[in-house]
C-alpha cells in the first residue's frame, strides 16, 4: 500500500513538475514572440512547444491572448499591402483573414482592441460597417480612447460630407447616400 501511494505521489510530483514547465514556456513564448512581431510581424509565433499538450493552455486561458495577437498579425499583413490592381486579390485575401481572425477575437478580453481594428479595415469599403465596429469598440471599453477617436473622426468626415441615406432629407448616415448636385428631393430646383 505504502510502495502504491508512494508511487502515485511521485506520478503526481512528475506531472506537476511538466505541467510547471509547460506553463513557463507559455510566458517564454509570448515574450519572444511579441519581440519577432515588433521587428517582423508576419514571423512572430506565440505557441510553444509543450509536454502536456493544451493543458497549460487551458490552465492559463492563453486562447484569447494567441487569437487576438494572430488577428494584429493578419491585420499587419493586410495593411503592409498596397491597395492596387496587381494586389486586389492578395489584399483581399489577407483582409478576409485579418477579419475573420479579429472577429473571433473579438468575442473575448480584448473585444474592444479587436473592435477597433475591425474598423479601420472595414473604412475603405464601407464607412457604415466601419461607424459600427468603432461604436462596438467602444461599448466593449469605454476608455478606448483610440476607438473614439477614430469614430468621431469618421463620423465628421461623413457629416462634412454630407452622406445622407435614401430619398429622406434626414441627413442620416448609411448606404446609398446622396450628395453634391442633383442630391436633393426631385421636383425642386430650375
Not at 487569437?67 to 486586389?88: I, K, N, S
Not at 475603405?124 to 473622426?153: C, H, M, W
Amino acid at each position: 500500500m505504502k510502495l502504491g501511494l508512494a508511487v502515485a505521489l511521485a506520478a503526481v510530483a512528475v506531472l506537476a513538475a511538466l505541467l510547471a514547465a509547460d506553463v513557463g514556456s507559455w510566458r517564454h513564448a509570448f515574450a519572444q514572440g511579441d519581440a519577432v512581431y515588433a521587428v517582423t510581424p508576419g514571423r512572430a509565433t506565440w505557441t510553444p512547444p509543450t509536454v502536456l499538450g493544451g493543458a497549460s493552455a487551458r490552465l492559463l486561458g492563453t486562447g484569447d491572448d494567441v487569437t487576438l495577437r494572430r488577428g494584429l498579425q493578419l491585420y499587419a499583413a493586410a495593411v503592409a499591402v498596397p491597395d492596387r490592381l496587381d494586389t486586389a486579390d492578395e489584399l483581399q485575401s489577407l483582409r478576409a483573414q485579418a477579419q475573420q481572425a479579429l472577429v473571433r477575437a473579438s468575442n473575448g478580453r480584448d473585444a474592444s482592441q479587436a473592435e477597433t481594428l475591425l474598423g479601420a479595415l472595414a473604412f475603405g469599403q464601407s464607412a457604415d460597417t466601419a461607424i459600427a465596429d468603432f461604436t462596438n469598440a467602444v461599448r466593449s471599453d469605454p476608455t478606448n480612447t483610440a476607438a473614439k477617436y477614430d469614430l468621431e473622426l469618421l463620423l465628421r468626415s461623413s457629416a462634412a460630407k454630407g452622406s445622407r441615406s435614401g430619398a429622406s432629407p434626414g441627413g442620416s448616415f448609411g448606404k446609398g447616400g446622396r450628395r453634391g448636385a442633383g442630391g436633393g428631393v426631385p421636383g425642386n430646383g430650375y
